[in-house]
């Protein structure tokens, strides 16, 4: 059982480049996410998918896009990046049921400079 | 609007020495209050969840209280294994989709 599995684990990109970060969750979750974590700054949520072909904004969304064609993946594109987008990107799964709310299931990261 | 605030930021132990971390919250209809171990280069571990005020939860040298503004992570005679950001996040209630609100992290640190 991997759990959630992020690619790539360590990503350099020019100002103005573009990539894809992969999420792969195998345990069924209807929720997922993409969180960017800062020094000082926290655990900040960038989008959210609550299943199979949708997508929402989170706290920090610009400047990123995202993807939900299958239920087990979810993809964070960066369409021209920047040096503010420098950070350790996580994404999380969870499962929703009975009108709560379970804890995440976190990925291992991805690790991005935009020099 | 929702905030989660823990304290103190960083905590040095000598083994054996308990102590308490803080996270204190403010939110609108708490869903949920959960913990999380975070080890250098890789992902936040869960830990624990609370769902109301009074409960309690353990894990070995862990144990984790709620009330109706905050939370208490105690560890008990810590080893340096125990050493790691420690994060707590809440879940407000209502069309919050589940998203959870975390706090900076208390990093904990063990020495032998």
């Known amino acids: 059982n991997a759990g959630v599995t992020q690619t790539p684990k360590f990503r350099v990109l020019k100002t103005g480049q573009s990539m894809t970060l992969l999420c792969a969750q195998d345990?069924?979750?209807?929720?997922m996410y993409w969180y960017r974590q800062d020094p000082g700054m926290g655990l900040r949520l960038i989008h959210y998918?609550?299943?199979?072909?949708?997508?929402a904004k989170g706290e920090v969304p610009d400047g990123y896009n995202v993807s939900r064609l299958k239920k087990q993946n979810f993809l964070l594109g960066l369409e021209s990046a920047a040096p503010s987008q420098t950070s350790v990107y996580f994404c999380?799964?969870?499962?929703?049921?009975?009108?709560?709310?379970?804890?995440?299931?976190f990925g291992s990261g991805t690790r991005l400079t935009v020099v | 609007e929702d905030q989660v605030t823990q304290s103190p930021e960083a905590l040095r132990l000598q083994e054996g020495e308990s102590s308490s971390l803080n996270c204190s919250y403010t939110?609108?209809?708490?869903?949920?209050l959960f913990w999380y171990r975070q080890d250098p280069g890789k992902g936040p571990e869960f830990l624990f969840t609370l769902y109301s005020a009074g409960e309690e939860k353990e894990k070995e040298r862990l144990k984790a209280t709620l009330t109706k503004k905050e939370s208490f992570l105690h560890i008990t005679a810590p080893k340096p294994e125990d050493s790691a950001t420690y994060l707590c996040?809440?879940?407000?209630?209502?069309?919050?989709?589940?998203?959870?609100?975390f706090g900076k992290g208390t990093k904990l640190s063990v020495k032998p």
């Open positions: 998918s609550v299943g199979e072909g949708t997508t």
């Open positions: 345990m069924n979750h209807e929720y």
């Open positions: 999380a799964s969870s499962y929703a049921g009975a009108g709560a709310y379970y804890g995440y299931t």
């Open positions: 939110v609108s209809g708490l869903r949920g």
């Open positions: 996040a809440v879940q407000p209630g209502g069309g919050s989709q589940g998203n959870l609100i």
